[in-house]
């Protein structure tokens, strides 16, 4: 998708490392806003290129004091006072604009940390909308504050402890708020940004999925020749599914799609998933039955990062092949392969602090992202790599994609490979996990909650617990349950379950899974944790 060809004002986000900063980029989007999200330390170049109408500076867990902390690049200023760019500091951000403007941040001896009252002191900027007086709790994350303001800045808003939480310059259209809009915890956040982007910034939406679809399409048909045959690689999941479902609205019959059963997948996901490609989707998929030579690479690995290269790797070896009997049958060999990649994918495999592409921390390697070989022979198609997944969901709704199909939970493209802590081939670990998991996700649909789950998933733990089973001692497995609530994957709640429910699905899973004397369940958010166990 080119970003220049959506018919929305843009909203860039520079990045600086924040762990809510991708919550902006959704709560833009779902403003009708285009929102793209790229590194706080890219060339003016690069920033001038994508012709924003609003630049947003991100939060981040630096502090302006640090030799090493970025920052936007030399010249940055004086292209947005120019441009008549509008620009809103966030947390860190709003301290990195303090800062290189000429003011004054230090060490904070008022930290602040976690909900807050702040007050509106004057209705300007950001609070244009508000009256003085006006209070609202707030997510503050800060140690450091501003002491000193910038020539042409002033003060808008205070928190209850007198640290300035918001402030502005009319002339240069600068803005800054010191907490964070982006996060639920900040109940009036959305409100903010909305009167932020279209009373005072003047933004025009534009952004929708209608557009988004046309945009693939003639982008898809300008890369791929008449002549040319294209690979899709699916998973079962709803991303590869929809991709290959507007491939094909592109290029019709020279998709050849292929499912791959890794030796990794869920309880009977094979054949449950080819009845849907036949029966509802009407795509042409070939299966290849690849589990052997999978598993034989996994053997002994424990490591999830080298699981997820490994698995990549060796699905590109396989889609090599693939694409090599084609070639004997069509006598011309497919030069793409298309793949599910959705943003936030690219998002976590980005690279670490000092690489010089961003400030970021990897959270892991998608085998669709990071896992990808550098010889690999295929050109990638990824018409998704910009949307979340919910926004997938509306692209494929778009698509007449089955919406039960596209209800689906996610699973991960590694498989249970991230959900089997340790080595996958040891014991009966995987078998074991299937049934487990199939007896969990049907128990919460048979409770009518499967909808109101984001996703849902059991667990392999690598340990043993001492139990009574049958009036004997037992020395068997411990597996984990877990179900969050999330708009996009990118933060995520743990699933408050009735305690019968789990009573019920714990009794369940002991009685019918031989190996297994434990059930535990998983009550962390993401963060800090991430969704998957790995």
């Excluded at 990638?380 to 692209?395: A, G, M, S, Y």
């Excluded at 984990?480 to 019968?500: I, P």
Aim: proline share 5%; with cysteine.
């Amino acid at each position: 998708m080119d970003p220049k060809a959506v018919k929305s004002d843009l909203v860039l986000i520079l990045d600086y490392g924040s762990q809510y900063t991708h919550l902006i980029t959704r709560r833009i989007r779902s403003l009708n806003i285009f929102s793209l999200c790229i590194s706080g330390t890219s060339s003016l170049e690069t920033i001038t290129s994508h012709n924003p109408k609003v630049v947003i500076l991100s939060g981040g867990p630096h502090s302006v004091h640090s030799a090493n902390s970025p920052t936007f690049p030399s010249g940055f200023v004086e292209w947005a006072k120019k441009g008549g760019i509008f620009v809103l500091g966030v947390c860190y951000g709003l301290q990195l604009i303090v800062q290189r403007l000429g003011g004054q941040v230090d060490v904070g001896q008022r930290q602040e940390y976690g909900r807050m009252e702040i007050e509106v002191e004057k209705n300007l900027g950001v609070f244009g909308n508000k009256k003085v007086g006006d209070k609202q709790v707030v997510w503050m994350s800060h140690g450091d504050e501003t002491v000193k303001l910038p020539y042409g800045f002033e003060v808008v808003a205070r928190s209850q402890q007198g640290a300035v939480a918001a402030v502005e310059n009319r002339e240069m259209r600068f803005f800054g708020l010191q907490y964070h809009p982006e996060v639920t915890h900040s109940p009036e956040g959305m409100d903010t940004l909305r009167y932020f982007l279209f009373d005072v910034c003047g933004v025009s939406p534009g952004w929708n999925m209608e557009n988004v679809l046309d945009e693939e399409i003639r982008v898809i048909n300008d890369a791929v020749g008449p002549e040319e045959h294209v690979i899709c690689a699916l998973s079962g999941g709803v991303d590869s599914t929809v991709a290959a479902t507007l491939v094909h609205k592109a290029i019709g019959d020279r998709l050849h799609c292929i499912f791959v059963d890794n030796g990794l997948l869920r309880y009977k996901e094979r054949e449950r998933v080819a009845e849907t490609f036949e029966s509802d989707l009407h795509l042409p998929v070939t299966c290849v039955d690849a589990s052997n030579e999978f598993l034989t690479k996994l053997k002994g690995v424990v490591d999830p990062e080298m699981k997820r290269k490994i698995i990549g790797k060796e699905f590109i070896s396989i889609f090599d092949a693939f694409a090599h009997e084609l070639e004997q049958k069509l006598g011309k060999k497919p030069a793409y392969l298309v793949q599910g990649t959705l943003y936030p994918d690219v998002i976590e495999s980005c690279p670490p602090p000092g690489s010089g592409r961003s400030h970021s921390h990897t959270i892991k390697s998608h085998h669709n992202v990071g896992g990808l070989p550098k010889d690999m022979k295929l050109k990638l198609i990824e018409p998704l790599k910009l949307l979340f997944k919910d926004e997938v969901r509306q692209l494929g709704r778009i698509l007449n994609v089955p919406d039960a199909f596209l209800k689906r939970h996610p699973f991960p493209g590694p498989g249970l490979a991230v959900r089997v802590l340790g080595d996958v081939t040891e014991g009966n670990a995987l078998d074991i996990l299937r049934q487990v998991d199939e007896i969990f996700i049907q128990s919460i649909k048979d409770a009518g909650l499967y909808d109101s789950i984001w996703q849902a998933f059991a667990v392999f733990l690598p340990v043993r617990s001492v139990g009574v089973q049958g009036d004997q001692r037992t020395h068997s497995h411990v597996v984990a349950l877990r179900a969050v609530t999330s708009q996009d994957g990118m933060t995520a709640d743990w699933y408050y379950f009735e305690h019968k429910f789990l009573d019920d699905v714990a009794r369940k899973i002991c009685n019918s899974v031989r190996g297994v004397n434990r059930v535990v369940q998983d009550i962390t958010s993401k963060p800090p944790s991430t969704i998957e166990w790995e």
